[in-house]
């Protein structure tokens, strides 16, 4: 399941983060994934500025994998910030997290995330949930048709 385009995961915690990308390995899933570890380096790898200013801004991964709970700037403001920019505004994003508070889940669906996961605490359920997300938005998913 290999694509040119990539996987953004925007995660602090080093085990969810290792979890995460053993688990797409698992589920054979060969996109590349680019790990972000706040809220303020996630925008800036996706709006290609700062540390990331060489990095080609029409280049956008094909899914980003958000945890809510980040550094600097938490991932409810990372989403709305994405989908404040027109070029990122259709981005698939998902919001993979441990949080239990419902209010968190309305805040990502009002904020316009695509999907909203729970992460399992076990590592076979967090497999399967990733390998399910991966197959769904890398593979199944007809992602919008590219402007000109």
């Not at 938490?74 to 998902?94: F, K, N, S």
Request: aromatic share 6%.
């Amino acid at each position: 399941m290999s694509d040119e385009r990539g996987i953004l995961l925007v995660e602090d915690n080093a085990d969810d983060e290792a979890l995460t990308i053993r688990a797409l390995k698992r589920s054979n899933i060969q996109n590349p994934v680019a790990v972000v570890r706040d809220g303020a380096e996630a925008l800036d790898y996706l709006f290609a500025r700062g540390a990331y200013s060489g990095r080609s801004a029409a280049k956008l991964p094909s899914i980003v994998l958000l945890d809510l709970n980040l550094p600097k700037i938490d991932g409810l403001e990372v989403l709305r910030q994405i989908r404040a920019e027109p070029r990122t505004r259709l981005l698939p994003v998902i919001i993979l997290t441990s949080s239990l508070e419902e209010r968190d889940r309305l805040q990502g669906y009002e904020h316009g995330c695509n999907s909203y996961v729970r992460k399992p605490v076990d590592f076979a359920q967090f497999a399967e949930a990733v390998r399910q997300l991966g197959l769904y938005w890398l593979v199944l998913n007809q992602p919008p048709p590219v402007g000109p």
